[in-house]
């Protein structure tokens, strides 16, 4: 069930199944992962069809989906293109360097944390379906 924050997306039990996914044999690990993969990607896809100003399609360029996790801008201090990925995003205009940017949105986000919140109940029924599979292989020996 998701909680009532708006900052992020909460899947219950979720911790408790990545670190179950750790212990699984190799085949099924593989299998899993693949899986995990393709929800990352789905995310990705739909924050990068969000966005919808130019700024907000420059950002979506730093939108990546890696092994079970999706990132926007990147890291590290110096990485000019993060900065301002995650300025588009969330807003600034509280300094005079964010003024490009619009009015900062706390949590929000103007383009990528709403495609998430969006597509809340699709992403929680491809992980539904993700770890129901896995266990209906390994209840057959598969």
Do not use: C
Request: aromatic content about 8%.
């Amino acid at each position: 069930m998701a909680n009532t924050k708006r900052e992020a997306l909460y899947i219950e039990g979720l911790d408790a199944t990545l670190r179950r996914f750790r212990s699984l044999p190799k085949d099924a690990k593989a299998a899993a992962d693949e899986q995990v993969r393709e929800v990352a990607k789905f995310v990705a896809s739909e924050a990068i069809t969000a966005a919808s100003t130019p700024a907000e399609h420059k950002a979506a360029g730093t939108i990546k989906a890696q092994k079970n996790t999706v990132s926007l801008g990147g890291g590290g201090k110096r990485n000019r293109a993060g900065s301002m990925a995650l300025g588009t995003e969330f807003g600034g205009r509280a300094r005079p360097r964010t003024q490009q940017f619009r009015p900062h949105r706390g949590r929000d986000g103007y383009f990528f944390w709403p495609s998430i919140r969006a597509n809340s109940s699709t992403i929680k029924q491809m992980w539904d379906d993700l770890v129901e599979g896995l266990l209906e292989d390994i209840a057959n020996g598969r």
